[in-house]
Structure formats: C-alpha cells, structure tokens
C-alpha cells in the first residue's frame, strides 16, 4: 500500500488540533476490540512520526496513560476527540484515527480486526509489525 501516497488532513471535533499525514489513498486501518477502542469506535491507521504533523493544536492536547503507560493518548482538551496517538505497538510512531479524517483523499478504507484484548499475544515482547501504510 505503499504507492500512490497522498497528503489527508484531519483533526478533532472542535478544529483546534489539526494535523495532516502522509499514506496511501487506500488505507488499511485496525479495529481494535481493546478497552480505550472498543468505547470510542476507533479506527487506527499507524504511520511512521516521520509521515505525521501536528499542524496546530499542541497546547489543546492532554495526554492519557495506563497500564505499561508506554501508549500516549492524546486528546484534545476542549472536544475531548483523541485524533491519534503514540501507540504502544509503534512507539516510534503515531496511530491517526481514521475517523477523524478530512473526506476526499480516502479513496478505500480497508477494516482489519485487531485482538487488543489479547494485546500482549499479538505483540510478543520486543517485536512489531511492519507499516502497512
């Protein structure tokens, strides 16, 4: 999916944090059935840091952790919406919310189930996988 990557833009529900993020116009994203995604309806599409900018916003954002606290859940402190976050399974990346994205540059999105509740045998130790975006 690597080819034929475009610029989309995105942010929270009230327009202050906007960011924008470089992948591919068909985007495969996971729906996680973990505790933090199952309630929200998150649909994550995880880039390398390298392919994500924060375009405004950064003062608006609060950050949420637990468990292992390696994930940073970012929200935005006026709407509430997390836009994205640093994953715990790409720590050097960013997990964008597929929802919050701008309409018109997604031309297919494809929905991958994840097993979050089953985190730790998804992910062994120390491994992850590779960028599908």
Not at 54 to 71: C, K
Not at 74 to 96: E, M, Q, W
Request: aromatic residues 10%; proline residues 5%; neutral net charge.
């Amino acid at each position: 999916m690597a080819q034929d990557r475009v610029v989309h833009t995105g942010g929270c529900h009230c327009g202050r944090v906007r960011f924008e993020v470089i992948a591919a116009a068909t985007i495969q994203v996971s729906q996680c059935n973990c505790s933090m995604c199952a309630r929200s309806g998150y649909l994550g599409l995880v880039v390398p840091k390298e392919r994500f900018r924060l375009l405004s916003g950064e003062a608006s954002l609060v950050t949420y952790a637990f468990n292992t606290r390696t994930a940073q859940h970012l929200f935005c402190a006026t709407c509430g919406i997390k836009s994205f976050y640093v994953p715990r399974s790409h720590p050097d990346g960013v997990n964008v919310n597929a929802r919050c994205l701008d309409p018109g540059t997604v031309t297919e999105m494809i929905i991958v189930p994840f097993d979050g509740q089953h985190w730790e045998e998804q992910y062994p130790a120390g491994t992850a996988d590779d960028y599908a975006n």
